[in-house]
Each structure stands twice: as structure tokens, then as C-alpha cells.
């Protein structure tokens, strides 16, 4: 199994700053995402990070608000620009690939508030 | 589009009670199905999951049978403990049995009282 690592575990923000969340996975793995997770919701997939690409926004998201990085096969970063309250959410990295490519493990999450 | 519909919450049992989650799907091709978990302050955990009609996936006493004729994936336990409660998510992906892009249902809190 893959154990994914997450930094910071939870911030505190004040609007119109920006924060950058690490994505740590103890192995190589094809895949990583980054999803939300609004209060008292379920979990909306953000984006795909691609190793050595630009990543791969879904609808509603884009570039210049949740810019992403995946320099190597086990470490991305999800930057939340220009935060706002309602960007106030637990933040989830996750990956696939090598032997766990039928299972998509998670990390612990990133508990952002924004005032 | 494809989604999950998931018995909204909260549910609370007390221990030792049986336990159903319900979970229906909608989705093109032939969708793999997952249970997730997640603990207080934790991350998600794969719980279970079955990548075709008819196969029952189980861990941890949980149990959850994919049937395709009422697009179900229920999930199940016989008896429950207070090291159950937590939030639990049923999800699909439509990647041939892989867990890329998965699609999660809004997830139903489970407290078990002792």
C-alpha cells in the first residue's frame, strides 16, 4: 500500500492570501488528484496532476485560482491563490499506480480556514 | 453524467445492532464499486470494493454486493461497535477496474452508541 502524507495538516488564512499544501507519497505511483471537501460534504475532484505537465482541471475549477505542481512520480503541491471564506475546506491529495493501481489511496487531508 | 446516491445521515445505532448503508448508482459502461471510511481527523480508507456484477466485496465484517439489475451496492454489517462510527462514502469509477476518477455519494455519518 501507499502512504500519502500530507503538509500543513490545517491553517488558519486571512483572505486574499494564498497557501501551498505538499503532497508527499512514499512510493512511485502513476496517478495523483487533489480533491475538496466541503464542510458537511462529500469530496469533488479537483484536478489531475500530471509529472512534468500542466495538470488537468475539472469543470469548475481552474489554473489560476488552484495552480498545481508535479515535479517527480511521488510529491505534488496545490496552491489555493487569492483564498476567500469559501474556500474554507479539507483539501485531500490522492494517488494510483504501481502495485495499488485498482485501489486509490488518500492522504490524511488539509483542514483550511479561511477568515 | 455518472453519480452516487447515498442514504443521507446521520445514523445512529447502538452496539451490536445491525447496519445498511444504501447506494445506488448511475453510470455508463460497467462501473467498479467502492466503499470508503473516514475516521475522525483521518483521511479516506478503502473499505471495499467489487469490479463486476455479482461480486461481493468484505472487510472488517462490512459487506457490499454489486448488483446490476437495481444498480446497487449496499453496504452491510451484522453487528456494529463504537469503533465503527465514522463517515462512510460509496463511489464509483468507470476505468475498467482501476480507481482513477472516482465519483463519491454525499457520504452518511455512522455513530454506534455502546
Known amino acids: 500500500s501507499a502512504v500519502i502524507s500530507q503538509k500543513p495538516s490545517r491553517d488558519i488564512c486571512q483572505r486574499g492570501t494564498s497557501l501551498t499544501i505538499q503532497c508527499q507519497v512514499d512510493?512511485?505511483?502513476?496517478?495523483m488528484f487533489w480533491y475538496r471537501q466541503q464542510p458537511g460534504q462529500s469530496l469533488t475532484l479537483i484536478a489531475t496532476?500530471?509529472?512534468?505537465?500542466?495538470?488537468?482541471?475539472e469543470s469548475g475549477f481552474v489554473i489560476d485560482k488552484f495552480p498545481i505542481s508535479r515535479p517527480n512520480l511521488t510529491f505534488s503541491t496545490l496552491t489555493v491563490s487569492n483564498m476567500s471564506p469559501e474556500d474554507s475546506s479539507i483539501y485531500l491529495c490522492s494517488a494510483i499506480g504501481g502495485a495499488t493501481y485498482n485501489e486509490q489511496f488518500f492522504g490524511p487531508g488539509t483542514r483550511l480556514t479561511v477568515l | 453524467g455518472d453519480s452516487v446516491t447515498q442514504m443521507e445521515g446521520p445514523v445512529t445505532l447502538s452496539e451490536e445492532a445491525f447496519l445498511t448503508i444504501n447506494c445506488t448508482y448511475t453510470?455508463?459502461?460497467?462501473?467498479?464499486l467502492f466503499w470508503y471510511v473516514q475516521y475522525p481527523g483521518e483521511g479516506l480508507q478503502l473499505l471495499l470494493k467489487?469490479?463486476?456484477?455479482?461480486d461481493k466485496g468484505s472487510n472488517k465484517g462490512f459487506e457490499a454486493t454489486y448488483r446490476k439489475e437495481t444498480t446497487s451496492f449496499h453496504l452491510e454489517k451484522g453487528s456494529v461497535q463504537v469503533s465503527d462510527s465514522a463517515v462512510y462514502f460509496c463511489?464509483?469509477?468507470?476505468?475498467?477496474?482501476?480507481?482513477?476518477?472516482?465519483?463519491f455519494g454525499s457520504g452518511t455519518q455512522l455513530t454506534v452508541l455502546p
Open positions: 512510493s512511485q505511483v502513476t496517478m
Open positions: 453510470a455508463t459502461g460497467y462501473p467498479s
Open positions: 496532476a500530471n509529472q512534468g505537465s500542466e495538470a488537468t482541471y
Open positions: 463511489a464509483l469509477s468507470v476505468n475498467s477496474g482501476s480507481a482513477r476518477q472516482l465519483t
Open positions: 467489487a469490479t463486476k456484477a455479482d
